[in-house]
Structures are given as C-alpha cells and as structure tokens.
C-alpha cells in the first residue's frame, strides 16, 4: 500500500525544544456558559461568530509549544521533514505520551504547516496515535484544544473524537470571555465489546483459510515488536516444517472470519547426551479489533488442555512477561534451562504439563530452525502480497 506523505519518527536527541509555530485564524467559537439548576448545574456549548475573526499566534502567549517538554517524560514524536529554506525542516508534526495511571494516550502537540493543511496529512499523523494507542493497549487517546479553535473541534470529531469535558480556568480566570476555554475531548478504544464466549468457535484451520489467517496475523504484530513485521511469513513457512504440529493448533473463527490463532511446533531440551521434547507455541495472536475479548484465553486455555491430553510434559516460549505468567507461566530459570546460547531473561518461559516435566538443571532450549531463518529480502517480498500499513517506529518496539 502506497502513502502519500512520508511521516518519520522525530529522535529526542535531535528535536528536543523545536518551536511549533501554532497559528490559526476562526471567525467562530463556542460559547462556555454554566448555570446553577435547583438540582446541580446547566452546562451549554453553543456555537457562535466573532464580530470580527481573530487570529492566534504563538508570540502572544508565554510558553509556546515546543516538541519534548520536560514535563512529558515518555514523549514521542512523528512528522514530515522536508528541503525549505534553511534546510530540513519541520512541517507537519504529532507528538504523544502514555497517561500510566489511566491507561490513555495523550495527543500533547499536533501541527500542520499552514501551505500543506487539507491534503490529508492530519488524519494521517492521528493515525499514528490511534495505532500507538492500539499496540499500547491503551483504553482512550485524549486531547485538549480551545473554544475558539472550532476548525480544530470539526477536525477531531471527524476523526471520532468527542466532548470529554473542559476547564473553564486553564490558561486564564478569565477563558470564558476570552472566548478561550479548554476543551477535552477523547477517542474511545474499549467500549463494551463482544465477549469471545458468545460467538467465537475455536477450531483447527483450513487449508482455504491460510491466506486470510495470515493477513490477520500481520495485522496483529504489525509494528508491535518492530517497524513492520515477520510473524505472517513465519505462519506460512511454519506450516510446511516438520516441526509444526497441526493437531495441536488453533484458530479462533467468528462466522466466516479468522480472528485469532495459535501455532504450535516441537521443540529440544538438551543436556550433554540426555535430551528431552518439548513444546513450543507461537504466534499467539488476535485480531486487533478483537483484542481484549478474551479470544487469546480461550486459544490459549484450549491447547494446553489438548497438549496435556497428548502427553507433553511441557511447553516453553518467549512471550510478554506481563500477560502468561497469569496463564501459569514462569521463568525457566525455575526448571534450570537456559536458552540455546545459555541464557535466561523475563520473557523466557515455561509451563509444566506434567509435574517435574520441564526439570532438567543445566539444560538448553532449542527451537525449530524455522523460528531462526526468517531472511529479511523474503519476508519484503511475500508482504508485497499483502495489504499492509505503513512501517513506523513505535515506543517499546525491540532495539
């Protein structure tokens, strides 16, 4: 898939302080009123015109926004750099930071040069921030804007955003006749959705199937651990190993379509002459829109209880460290066992199917040879024949 502008992630190192130059004229607002009712208070936002349009610039105000603000630690930041007259420089821009306690996003900075606006560039730059915020599991991507700015607000609602609130006393005492109230709004990721009990069928996959599954399963990891991504190429070659163990995988259906799946293969656990088989499983993945529904628990619930049905004594992986541990997953520094190079790190991890299973002190892991030999020419080569999103650098991607 083709993009039309070439957004590029901005290093801290080499933007750190860059002035935004936020400038816009409005010959409208909405006016903030606030009433006391007999029952508590009457809030109206009612759209209204200036008697003459005015325009703000950054001169006029004390603190103008500037890129990596001290006070947003976990910053970052994407735009489009390209030749102007004193060389590179800055003409479209996003900025975000993670909200740890509420688990939202916040959009902190968002600028569109005046001679590249309408072309499409701010939807794309927001959309930069949903995906962060969809890879990041964060619940809502937030903002604030002001009253004045109704072309901002239009801008916002059309990119699904909606009223959150306002602060009547952000910038001044005096915003609401300045005509300059704050106004919060937010793009909600997690509303109710559909529970993976009601409508999801767990079941073997399909030879007709493949392609469709492994579209889904690039568009789970793209740009989650790195900028693109192979787990789809992996799936397709996975199928054709010796490895792989189809009795034991899954994919998750949902009517006609393929929303999560799960891959498993045999692996070794080796000491000196003794050697052990083990399980290995991966990818685990579901459907973004899909996520948080509970589609991986219950793939993941079922072919553990078909690995243990089969006799595995027991399965070992490299996973996120804050999501199998609840699934009964420990570090492998537990059973003794190391990776093939005889290492031992959160991610890696085990789970025993039988007691005393993964037990083997002074044992290496090694998996399928397919697992290693993803060459990065073919992965380019068979995701052309995909549709994939744009490849971006993302906070949290593996270095």
């Known amino acids: 898939m083709n993009h039309h502008h070439d957004i590029i992630h901005l290093p801290k190192e080499q933007w750190e302080g860059t002035t935004i130059p936020m400038r816009y004229t409005t010959d409208q607002y909405y006016d903030v009123t606030v009433s006391e009712t007999g029952d508590g208070y009457g809030v109206k936002l009612e759209k209204r015109r200036f008697k003459e349009p005015v325009s703000h610039y950054p001169e006029e ?4 926004d500037k890129l990596y603000q001290p006070y947003w630690e976990k910053a970052c930041a994407w735009g489009i750099v390209a030749d102007g007259e004193n060389g590179k420089e800055l003409f479209a821009c996003i900025e975000t930071c993670p909200e740890e306690w509420s688990n939202r996003l ?44 109704v072309g901002a607000i239009a801008f916002y609602q059309k990119e699904g955003f ?8 952000c910038y001044s005492n ?9 106004i919060d709004m937010a793009y909600l990721l997690r509303r109710k959705g559909p529970k993976a009990g009601e409508t999801v069928v767990i079941r073997e996959e399909q030879k007709d199937e493949y392609r469709q599954t492994e579209q889904m399963v690039l568009r789970a990891f793209w740009n989650k651990y790195r900028m693109g991504c192979d787990e789809h ?27 999560g ?14 050697e052990k088989k083990a399980l290995l499983f991966g990818p685990l993945c579901v459907a973004p829109e899909w ?24 399965i070992i992986i490299c996973g996120e460290p804050d999501y199998y541990p609840r699934h009964g997953f420990v570090t492998c520094d537990r059973f003794g066992i190391t990776t093939a190079d005889g290492k031992n790190f959160d991610a890696f991890m085990g789970l025993e199917l039988a007691e005393g299973g993964l037990h083997l002190p002074g044992a290496r892991f090694y998996e399928p ?4 030999n993803l060459s990065e020419q073919e992965n380019e080569r068979f995701t052309e024949q995909f549709d994939a999103p744009r490849k971006q650098y993302f906070p949290g991607q593996w270095k």
């Open 61 to 64: 105000y004390d603190f103008p």
């Open 162 to 169: 909606e009223l959150a609130g306002f602060d009547s006393c």
């Open 174 to 182: 005096r915003d609401p006749e300045r005509k300059e109230v704050r």
């Open 369 to 372: 040879e397919v697992y290693e």
């Open 291 to 314: 996520q948080g529904c509970g589609v991986g628990t219950r793939l993941l619930r079922e072919t553990i209880g078909l690995s243990r049905k089969a006799g595995y004594v027991g």
């Open 233 to 259: 190429l992996l799936v397709h070659r996975l199928r054709e190993d010796a490895a792989y163990l189809p009795g034991l995988s899954r994919v998750a259906v949902d009517g006609d379509q393929i929303v």
């Open 106 to 149: 916040i959009v902190t900075e968002l600028w569109v040069h005046e001679d590249f606006r309408r072309q499409g560039i701010g939807h794309e730059l927001m959309a930069v921030a949903k995906e962060q915020a969809v890879l990041e599991h964060r619940r809502a991507v937030i903002l604030e804007t002001q009253s004045c700015n």
């Open 261 to 274: 799946a799960i891959f498993y293969a045999q692996a070794t656990l080796r000491r000196e002459q003794e």
